[in-house]
């Protein structure tokens, strides 16, 4: 590790956690330069979905850099585009009666948020937006003033306006926080604008992996619609099939004004980042959000590939099968170790176990590291051992990752 201590910026982070050499890397396995295998339940934050190294993505790259296929095309038309935009369009949106304009705004998460909230403020001609406590979703400065984390916000350097924060679904024990918003919004004293925007995630994941209600989704949809408000869901991390379905929000029925999308989206973990936007919002003037790297043809051929998953039901019914093993695993380790005070959180194969004794996750995580699983925490103070494995895992590799985390909280509470 010496050369990146040595060599890189401080700013680096998951390689003081991990600190180890990978090179090489398949489904959801990886393996460091001494030869360790190690199982990951973290999916490159959620980027890998599909696992790593998909063998059908990578004939696909393959024979497109053979044949010289175009990399670099800002925003000009190119087959793999046109490919993506049709499949997309007829596996993804037509099935589900969903009717948006596709947006490539640029190849990461952040700026998928920051063209969401820039067509809000636009198409309403407000400026503020309402977004949630311990909401994350982003880090250049639009995206982080709808963060909540402090840390991050603070990395900002400059007072971060035009937004304000609500408590999020369970926030408050035993208040109903959607209360809150709507006083708010209906009393002229309470000093909170007409918002250009409401943006949320569904289940928050940096935050602590905190799932919000179907209902409660269903009663911030409704509040946005009697208020003409835009509903905005941040589906970076949580969608592309990471709760079950496609689209985060599809159990509560709801249909987002906009919705974000990075992350797996692009099947590889190549950048890759779309914004849909409702017809009748797509307002923009041609070029007024744009970006260099918003062509990036690599990512279109494996995220259109990445759509046959989607064809039938059978990935999404092999994820709910996968989801369903994770949850009654963490509900055992819960009632075996008394000694964590666990909570368990999330849904789909995005949950995690709120650890409420400080530090403990940490030394779990750790732990896990030194014996072969890559997993990570998440929440405001780091308390939530939080599980992200690629959606294409099977029995035994969960199983496999199961038992060395267990092993791995029994040797932190010796």
């Not at 050499?21 to 396995?29: L, Q, S, T």
């Not at 934050?45 to 696909?60: S, T, V």
């Not at 969903?98 to 809000?120: C, H, Q, R, W």
Request: hydrophobic share 40%; aromatic share 8%; glycine share 10%.
């Amino acid at each position: 590790m010496k050369t990146f201590e040595e060599l890189e910026s401080a700013v680096r982070s998951y390689s003081r956690g991990w600190p180890t050499v990978f090179e090489k890397a398949k489904g959801y396995r990886l393996w460091d330069t001494a030869g360790k295998e190690y199982i990951d339940f973290f999916a490159g934050a959620g980027a890998l979905n599909y696992g790593h190294n998909n063998a059908d993505m990578q004939q696909k790259l393959i024979e497109y850099i053979e044949r010289d296929g175009i990399l670099h095309s800002l925003d000009m038309g190119t087959t793999p585009r046109k490919e993506f935009l049709e499949k997309f369009q007829e596996i993804i949106l037509k099935p589900r009666e969903l009717d948006y304009k596709i947006m490539f705004p640029g190849p990461t998460g952040t700026n998928t948020v920051e063209s969401a909230l820039k067509i809000a403020r636009k198409v309403t001609q407000r400026q503020t937006v309402i977004s949630f406590t311990n909401a994350f979703h982003g880090m250049t400065i639009g995206s982080l003033s709808v963060t909540g984390n402090s840390f991050k916000r603070k990395g900002a350097g400059i007072p971060l306006n035009h937004s304000v924060s609500m408590p999020f679904d369970q926030f408050m024990e035993n208040q109903e926080t959607l209360a809150y918003l709507e006083s708010y919004l209906e009393e002229s004293g309470s000093g909170l604008d007409l918002p250009a925007a409401v943006i949320l995630e569904t289940v928050q994941g940096e935050g602590g992996i905190n799932a919000a209600r179907i209902e409660w989704l269903q009663k911030v949809e409704e509040i946005c619609r009697r208020f003409d408000i835009l509903l905005i869901v941040d589906d970076v991390q949580a969608g592309c099939g990471r709760t079950g379905t496609f689209f985060s929000f599809e159990p509560a029925g709801i249909k987002p004004d906009i919705v974000c999308l990075s992350k797996s989206i692009g099947g590889a973990g190549l950048p890759m980042a779309i914004t849909l936007i409702k017809p009748e919002y797509d307002q923009w003037e041609p070029g007024e959000h744009n970006g260099t790297f918003r062509g990036n043809n690599l990512a279109f051929i494996t995220a259109t590939e990445a759509l046959n998953y989607w064809v039938t039901d059978d990935f999404s019914n092999h994820i709910h099968e996968r989801a369903a093993e994770l949850k009654a695993a963490i509900q055992s380790i819960i009632e075996n170790y008394p000694e964590l005070n666990g909570e368990a959180r999330g849904r789909g194969l995005m949950q995690g176990i709120a650890v409420n004794v400080e530090g403990l996750a940490t030394k779990i995580c750790s732990e896990a590291f030194e014996r072969g699983l890559i997993v990570e925490t998440s929440g405001p103070k780091d308390e939530v051992v939080k599980f992200l494995p690629p959606l294409m895992i099977d029995e035994e590799g969960l199983s496999k990752g199961l038992c060395i985390l267990e092993d791995s909280i029994k040797e932190v509470l010796k």
